[in-house]
T-cell receptor, first 109, second 114 residues
Framework: DAKTTQPPSMDCAEGRAANLPCNHS???????VYWYRQIHSQGPQYIIH???NNETNEMASLIITEDRKSSTLILPHATLRDTAVYYC??????????FGPGTRLSVLP | NAGVTQTPKFRVLKTGQSMTLLCAQD?????MYWYRQDPGMGLRLIHY???????AKGEVPDGYNVSRLKKQNFLLGLESAAPSQTSVYFC?????????????FGPGTRLTVL
């Protein structure tokens, strides 16, 4: 699976959009981009995933660049409850996910 | 659906004791996984199973054993606990391991080995 690079931490003002970047320059054509988050020490929570096209669900939007070497997770209106560690994962079959250190997002009042 | 559940939520062991962690899922998923997470670290895969009666080693399997006698349950055993196994353990499941499948995680078991 391709390796990912994320900033270690980010701040975002409550009510504003949070844009979390992820670089995955070695991604192969059939690998998906997944995003999970972990609040405190709870189990990781699935957010969204995509292959080539941009994706949106009730939680977030995923923007994947045309060359697929990077992506951005967008939380449109961040709340204090969105404070968490966000993981970007590249994977083929939803198996054996490799979790890196992620990005610690702090939503500030 | 309860999703993925884990038992117990917390446990304290003495060095050399044994215990079994239970993971259960009610989503009829084929694949199940055990991860551990140490403070400030990402998750690391211990063992996984691609179906009832099958198991395989992950990244950090030493000191652990697993069994998948029933499709809905995945057990993680520590035969002789060591302080290095103090960690938070997460179980997860995936429908069939097809392209684009999603993993669903349990709430975790916090284990301390003294």
């Amino acid at each position: 699976d391709a390796k990912t690079t994320q900033p270690p931490s980010m701040d975002c003002a409550e009510g504003r959009a949070a844009n979390l970047p992820c670089n995955h320059s070695t991604i192969s054509g059939n690998e998906y981009v997944y995003w999970y988050r972990q609040i405190h020490s709870q189990g990781p929570q699935y957010i969204i995933h995509g292959l080539k096209n941009n994706e949106t669900n009730e939680m977030a939007s995923l923007i994947i660049t045309e060359d697929r070497k990077s992506s951005t997770l967008i939380l449109p209106h961040a709340t204090l409850r969105d404070t968490a560690v966000y993981y970007c994962i590249i994977n083929n079959y939803g198996q054996n996910f490799v979790f890196g250190p992620g990005t610690r997002l702090s939503v500030l009042p | 659906n309860a999703g993925v559940t884990q038992t117990p939520k917390f446990r304290v062991l003495k060095t050399g004791q044994s215990m079994t962690l239970l993971c259960a899922q009610d989503m009829n998923h084929e694949y199940m996984y055990w991860y551990r997470q140490d403070p400030g670290m990402g998750l690391r895969l211990i063992h996984y199973s691609v179906g009832e009666g099958t198991t395989a080693k992950g990244e950090v399997p030493d000191g652990y054993n697993v069994s998948r006698l029933k499709k809905q349950n995945f057990l993680l055993g520590l035969e002789s606990a060591a302080p290095s196994q103090t960690s938070v353990y997460f179980c997860a499941s995936t429908p069939r391991g097809r392209r684009g499948d999603t993993q669903y995680f349990g709430p975790g078991t916090r284990l301390t080995v003294l």
